[in-house]
């Protein structure tokens, strides 16, 4: 979005892997900033998508749910097209949603490698594409921001098919900010390290509090990842706080970045 842009009445963000977590924090969040929410997730999470329909409409906002896989174009495509067809137009596309399954190299199949890589690495390209498409059309600019990980800049114990996905987004996200930038389109990646949720937390880890909590503890996470025990876990919450920051007109500047949220688990 130009900072000569002319907002239209109504804002509208989509965010993907948003029935929960991160996803979850960040579409509540853009809710609280003005925006309607298009929350899509998978089918099976149907009571939660509408559990954050129902938040977001609570804050004065309209939201619609969405269900599909994000590693399928025609999915894709059929939510930026009922977004559209909802709420007029798009003007961010959060490409969150993304898999972690920890499997050691020498255990790791060629099934779950293309499952890592077709929803955190495809699903990113089909955002980026099919949203970027929209952009383009609608002539207003627009915000892409993508989940990228403390894991696509440095590999992870037991994680190389989750390291290979997260690095592959920061190629996508580079390349893109290039080819729209003369559309005044943005596309920049956050990368958090230790933060609890339900993808990096164990079900066993509950007793130690469960997520939400920035308290050290050791768990399931620390141990796959190989994280010191002294690594305090981040929230939800702050890395939706740095999504807000990139979506503001203010952040016209910023692009083609893959910006750490880690606690300073890692610096470049």
């Not at 990113?124 to 970027?132: E, F, T």
């Not at 729209?180 to 390290?193: C, F, H």
Request: proline residues 4%; glycine residues 12%.
């Amino acid at each position: 979005m130009s900072d000569t842009q002319v907002h239209p009445v109504s804002r509208v963000a989509v965010v993907t892997g948003a029935a929960q977590g991160i996803g979850e924090a960040i579409a509540l969040r853009l809710a609280d900033d003005g925006f309607d929410i298009v929350i899509a997730d998978l089918p099976g999470k149907r009571g939660q998508v509408e559990a954050v329909v129902r938040a977001i409409e609570a804050k004065g906002r309209r939201a619609l749910g969405v269900f599909g896989d994000v590693s399928l174009e025609a999915d894709v495509v059929s939510l930026v097209e009922k977004t559209v067809q909802e709420f007029g137009g798009l003007d961010v596309m959060v490409a969150n949603a993304g898999i972690y399954r920890p499997t050691p190299i020498l255990d790791l199949t060629v099934e779950e490698y293309d499952s890592m890589m077709a929803v955190n690495a495809r699903g990113v390209m089909l955002a980026l594409k099919h949203a970027g498409r929209q952009m383009v059309e609608q002539g207003r600019g627009g915000r892409i921001l993508v989940a990228a990980s403390w894991a696509a800049k440095q590999g992870i114990v037991n994680a190389s098919a989750y390291s290979a996905s997260k690095f592959a987004t920061r190629g996508l996200v580079q390349s893109a900010a290039l080819e729209l930038r003369q559309y005044n389109i943005t596309v920049n990646s956050y990368a958090p390290g230790l933060v609890l949720t339900p993808l990096t937390l164990h079900p066993d880890d509950e007793i130690n509090g469960g997520p939400g909590s920035t308290a050290m503890k050791v768990t399931t996470i620390h141990r796959y990842a190989g994280l010191p025990n002294n690594i305090k876990a981040g929230t939800p919450e702050e890395v939706a706080g740095l999504v807000a920051y990139l979506v503001k007109p203010e952040a016209r500047f910023v692009t083609g970045q893959c910006i750490n949220i880690n606690g300073g688990l890692g610096m470049d």
